[in-house]
């Protein structure tokens, strides 16, 4: 595993040397990238969420500045990022539109290198309150995966981008899946979260 502190040309030499490693992982686990980006790399910034910027032929991962310094959460934050590599899909004007699936599989992806990464821990993988139809959205595709361990690749055999997935590819990979999972995961993020605000905002009246 790598370590970040101590290298000659600052934090983002050690996220960059690993970057490939985290590549390959996502690949293994969940299928093959789609071409055009293969020139990837990371930077620290000091402002804005964790985010992807394609260019032509790549694309940049942006991780907060403010973990530079800690390499398990400059690793987890990247590996979210890294998901959306795989099959990098346009939703528009409108970021925040991705779906349950590929966002809930970011999270699921990002605790796995949180505990594993650059050395294994225990500590569990949280996200914080304001991100809980993250959260939630994880818990989604924990249920996929229990159903069904290599669900992700399965599906992209049948449609590769995971941003353009429906319900009935869902269906036609995952024998056995309640259609009710299968309708929860396609749904946009965004309306989740709508959702979850909904319900507490009820709960408190």
């Not at 101590?6 to 490693?21: M, V």
């Not at 795989?86 to 699936?101: E, F, K």
């Not at 821990?121 to 069904?148: C, D, G, I």
Request: aromatic content about 8%; some cysteine; proline content about 8%.
């Amino acid at each position: 595993m790598f370590e970040m502190e101590g290298i000659e040309d600052g934090p983002a030499s050690g996220i960059n040397a690993a970057l490939p490693l985290i590549l390959a992982e996502a690949e293994t686990l969940y299928g093959e990238r789609k071409p055009g980006y293969e020139d990837v790399r990371v930077e620290f910034r000091d402002s804005g969420a964790p985010c992807v910027e394609f260019r032509p032929g790549g694309a940049t991962i942006y991780v907060r500045s403010e973990i530079s310094d800690t390499p398990r959460e400059a690793f987890c934050e990247c590996a979210h990022e890294v998901i959306h590599l795989l099959s990098p899909h346009y939703y528009g004007a409108d970021v925040r539109t991705g779906s349950v699936l590929e966002e809930g599989l970011a999270t699921h992806f990002q605790a796995k290198i949180y505990q594993e990464w650059p050395v294994p821990t225990t500590e569990p993988f949280n996200p914080p309150p304001e991100f809980e139809h993250y959260r939630q959205a994880w818990m989604l595709v924990e249920s996929l995966l229990t159903l069904k361990p290599d669900a992700i690749r399965e599906i992209r055999n049948v449609k590769a981008t995971i941003g353009l997935i429906e319900e009935a590819d869902i269906v036609t990979a995952v024998r056995g899946i309640s259609p009710d999972l299968a309708k929860a995961l396609v749904r946009p993020l965004e309306t989740l979260k709508q959702e979850l605000q909904q319900r507490g905002q009820d709960d408190k009246d």
